[in-house]
């Protein structure tokens, strides 16, 4: 059975998004349709990047992602099907497809010429998408709806920085429980970091976590944490997101947003 999945930024419950199934039903009924997510930030090409980054090696080989945000076809941002690690890639190119993985596509295919059923298409992600992403699950070849394209587009997000014993990050991703994933890498951590000890740095000087728990039950109902997740970037929550009236997670217990800066300050060497 072949996998499609949807990331948006239509909103949950949305018609659009029961319009998109209906159309992929209709075009590969034997299909499974997946929601990775309809609450992406709308036309955040970024968030819904790294939102499908996070996911998408969990899938089989050629499972069909339909990436819906800023969906529309221009001179600047045409329609693409990029093949990355085996699965392939279906939206606008926004620069969304650079920031899915560090490697190079096997494939990038432009589609924007595809024959469709109406001349002006108002909704391309049912319009266009769907018809690519049916070829795909039927079991069709790329290079058959697309003709190759050159390099992909590039958008710069915000990267981690690096001064004197100390890592600059940011926060990327906010989800559901308000735990704050930021984009500083294990990696980054272990690299600069050589064991030393640190503070992470959030709002306020005195706003500080000493220590990388591995689970959230490290610390206490209540307590604030800082962790690696299964994304291998660093993530600051707080256990069972406990606040008066049960509501809160990291983001409003700690006054955390997106692109806030988040600093790793590790002990100078000197200090040892």
Do not use: W
């Amino acid at each position: 059975m072949s996998i499609i999945t949807l990331t948006s930024d239509f909103g949950e419950g949305s018609h659009y998004t029961a319009a998109l199934k209906g159309a992929l039903l209709s075009r590969a009924g034997d299909a499974q349709i997946v929601d990775i997510s309809h609450r992406i930030r709308k036309f955040d090409v970024i968030e819904a990047a790294f939102v499908l980054r996070s996911v998408y090696p969990e899938f089989p080989k050629g499972t069909v992602h339909l990436i819906c945000v800023q969906g529309s076809n221009t001179p600047e941002t045409p329609h693409r099907l990029v093949t990355l690690q085996g699965q392939h890639f279906i939206g606008s190119d926004t620069g969304v497809f650079r920031l899915l993985s560090n490697t190079e596509p096997e494939g990038v295919f432009d589609f924007s010429g595809l024959s469709l059923d109406v001349d002006s298409p108002t909704f391309p992600e049912r319009e266009v998408f769907v018809l690519g992403a049916a070829h795909l699950a039927k079991g069709g070849r790329a290079d058959l709806i697309g003709r190759p394209a050159g390099a992909l587009r590039k958008v710069e997000p915000r990267r981690m920085s690096f001064e004197e014993n100390t890592i600059v990050g940011h926060v990327a991703f906010i989800d559901d429980y308000g735990n704050v994933i930021t984009n500083i890498t294990r990696e980054a951590f272990q690299k600069i970091g050589k064991n030393r000890s640190f503070e992470i740095q959030m709002r306020t000087p005195r706003m500080t976590i000493r220590q990388i728990s591995e689970v959230y039950h490290d610390v206490a109902i209540g307590k604030e944490l800082a962790l690696f997740n299964h994304t291998g970037f660093l993530e600051i929550a707080v256990n069972n997101h406990s606040a008066p009236g049960g509501h809160g997670g990291a983001d409003a217990l700690l006054g955390l947003h997106r692109d806030q800066a988040i600093r790793i300050v590790f002990q100078s060497e000197d200090e040892l």
